[in-house]
């Protein structure tokens, strides 16, 4: 079968983009080597990616004879990205480079999420300022990530529900006229796996399965490096798994739900529930079991149950070789991660510690707007695309 040798240049490319961002300098004469193609070639592909300003000549080699060689060198400010991540009450912005450090960091809060057109108009003004501040031209933004709660399209760039923030069927598509670079949507917590298997505590780790733990559940999914979306682009909603038949009712209206147990608002319900008493926060509550208080050490107990109870449903039908817990979540869950740990392996015949590692995520709330500013670098420097 006949290559088209115009793939196996955007792979040699790729290739050569990927392998400089970790390196950082090389001789054209290495790059060749370590991705196995001519030295021809590598010239031929190097100097485009000069020409582009990805690449740049940094001198020279030393040598034992002959002409010295050329060391090329990655511009990690050569291009950028975007991510929104669309969250109740807040938007946040941040621009990366190609080497996914954050170059600015911005956030707007809103009450009550208004029409969809006129967000995607502060989106835009948004994104204006924050190029204008930094005196970066839209010609440079490789592309812009979104990410969003709830049930995604992102072949066709449709958010088909969002129950956290009340709607439904918002085509993305027709914002992007608004925008002089490609638009990408995601759901959080798939764009936050990509986030934790890029640059997180599951760095290139291949069979992950990420749980965000915030006012509702939501997971992400790694296989055989890229997200792991289903047939009807569905898979991760193992929130609501049931875990208790015809238990607590759950936000979906069903009942048993893993989500209606260990998200952040059945901790707290949980709570008022034993003492009557209102706990304005997860970060009251951990107050709280930080001092030992005994309804609060109770109701952890009981949480980290049914945490490792579902926990234990993902091992045996993902087979993962890490799990990571996020979300806000993260903030407070190494201080019970061990307990978590022991009760999810405690017992159990079909799967030991050694098999699966649990993890908590050292990007906590930055996962998953890194994920979708992360998602078009991908798309323009990998050669392995995770979206």
């Known amino acids: 079968m006949k290559v088209d040798q115009s793939v196996i ?75 929104v991540d ?25 009450d009550v999420l208004r029409d969809m057109d006129k967000m995607m108009s502060d989106v835009k003004s948004e994104i204006d300022e924050m190029l204008r501040i930094m005196n970066i031209d839209s010609s440079r933004i490789i592309g812009m990530g979104i990410s969003l709660p709830g049930t995604v399209n992102e072949k066709d760039k449709i958010l088909e529900f969002a129950a956290n923030l ?10 992007e006229d608004l925008f002089n670079f490609p638009v990408y949507i995601e759901n959080e917590s798939n764009a936050a796996a990509v986030a934790e298997y890029k640059i997180g505590v599951c760095h290139n780790k291949n069979d992950m399965v990420y749980i965000s733990i915030n006012e509702g559940i939501g997971a992400g999914i790694i296989s055989r490096n890229k997200v792991y979306k289903g047939y009807n682009k569905r898979a991760g909603e193992l929130g609501h798994m049931t875990i208790i038949k015809d238990g607590a009712v759950c936000v979906c209206g069903d009942k048993g739900c893993w989500n209606a147990y260990i998200s952040e608002r059945a901790l707290l319900e949980r709570y008022r529930g034993k003492t009557g008493r209102n706990v304005s ?21 009981e949480y980290i ?41 405690s017992g159990e015949k079909l799967f030991s510690e050694k098999d699966v590692r649990i993890v908590v995520s050292e990007l906590g709330m930055n996962a998953s707007v890194m994920g ?16």
């Open 9 to 83: 240049k955007d792979i040699n490319r790729r290739k050569i983009m990927s392998l400089l961002r970790r390196k950082k300098k090389m001789t054209k004469s290495e790059l060749g080597k370590a991705i196995n193609v001519s030295l021809p070639t590598v010239i031929s592909n190097v100097n485009e990616l000069i020409e582009i300003g990805v690449l740049k000549e940094a001198g020279v080699a030393s040598s034992t004879g002959g002409r010295r060689p050329t060391i090329v060198e990655f511009v990690k400010n050569a291009k950028y990205s975007i991510g």
């Open 86 to 110: 669309f969250q109740i009450g807040r938007i946040r912005f941040v621009l990366i480079n190609m080497n996914y450090e954050i170059i600015c960091d911005r956030l707007i809060e809103f």
């Open 166 to 175: 009340n709607i439904d069927n918002v085509d993305f598509r027709k914002y």
């Open 281 to 301: 926060s997860v970060r009251a509550f951990f107050e709280l079991y930080d001092q030992k208080d005994g309804a609060a050490v109770e109701v952890m107990d």
């Open 305 to 345: 149950e049914f945490l490792a109870a579902g926990l234990r449903n993902i091992i045996l039908i993902f087979d993962p070789r890490y799990i990571v817990l996020g979300g806000e979540m993260a903030n407070y869950a190494k201080g019970f991660i061990e307990k978590v740990r022991r009760r999810t392996f």
């Open 372 to 387: 979708a500013a992360i998602i078009p670098l991908n798309l323009f420097m990998e050669v392995e695309k995770v979206y």
